[in-house]
C-alpha cells in the first residue's frame, strides 16, 4: 500500500542518516587521533604507558598464495575492523609477517593499514612473549629488533619514541590473532585497568622516594648543625 511504501521510505532515510552520522563521528575520531600522534611525534612520549598489540599474519607461508588472500578477508573482517573501532587508539599495532610474502596480498595489506600511523605491518619471523625469542618491549629488545625489520606502513619516529621510554612507562603487551577481533572497549578498559593498578603504585613509590630524600636532608642538615 501507499502508506507502507511511504514508511519504507522513511525508515530508509533514516537508515541512511544513521549511517552518514557514524561515518562523521568515525571521521572526526580518527582525524582526532592523528592530529594527537602528530603532536606526539614533535615532543616526548605523553602518555604513561606503551600498549603494544602484537599479530602474527602468514609467518613462514608467504608464498602460499590461495591461503594467504582467505587470511587476508578474514582479517579484513574481523581483525582490522575492530581495531579501528577501538575507542581508544594510543596503542601500537605491530604486525608481523613473513619478509617473502606474496607480492600482490603485501600491497593489498599496506593499502589497507597506512591509513593509521600508529598501526605497523613489519617484515619479521620472530616473536617474544610467545615461547619463541627471549625478550620483550621492557628492556628494548623487541623494539630494537622491530626498527632493524623491514617496515612497511606506520610512523617509523612514533615507534622510536615509544622505544626509548620503555624502561620509563608503563608497559602493557597484548596479543591478538590475525583472524581474531576484540570488543570495541577493550583495549581502552586494559589501559585503564593498568593506570589503576600501576599507576597508584608508581605514585605510592615516588611518595616514598620523596619522603626517604627528604629525611635524608634533614639528616644532613643536623650533622651540619652539630659540626658547627
Known sequence: SAAELANSVE???DWKLLRADRKRRRQEQKNAH????????DE????PFVHIVNTRFMQSQGTLKTL???????FKAFCLSTMIHQTSQDFLWIIKTDPNLNGEILAALVEMLKPYPNYYLVGSEHNYLIG?????WR???EGADLLQSPIYTGD????KRAHAVQNDRIVLESRLDADDGLV?????YVQRTALEKFGAAEANEDDEDGALASKEKQNKQQQQQQQQ
Do not use: K
Not at 592523528?34 to 611525534?41: E, I, K, R, V
Not at 619463541?132 to 620483550?136: F, I, L, Q, R, V
Not at 570495541?184 to 581502552?188: A, F, S
Open 68 to 74: 594467504g588472500w582467505a587470511r587476508l578477508y578474514l
Open 44 to 47: 616526548e612520549w605523553e602518555l
Open 11 to 13: 525508515d530508509f532515510n
Open 139 to 141: 628492556g628494548g629488545i
Open 184 to 188: 570495541t572497549g577493550y583495549l581502552e
Open 156 to 159: 617509523v619516529n612514533l615507534l
Open 34 to 41: 592523528q592530529n594527537h600522534l602528530g603532536q606526539q611525534n
Open 132 to 136: 619463541h625469542e627471549t625478550g620483550a
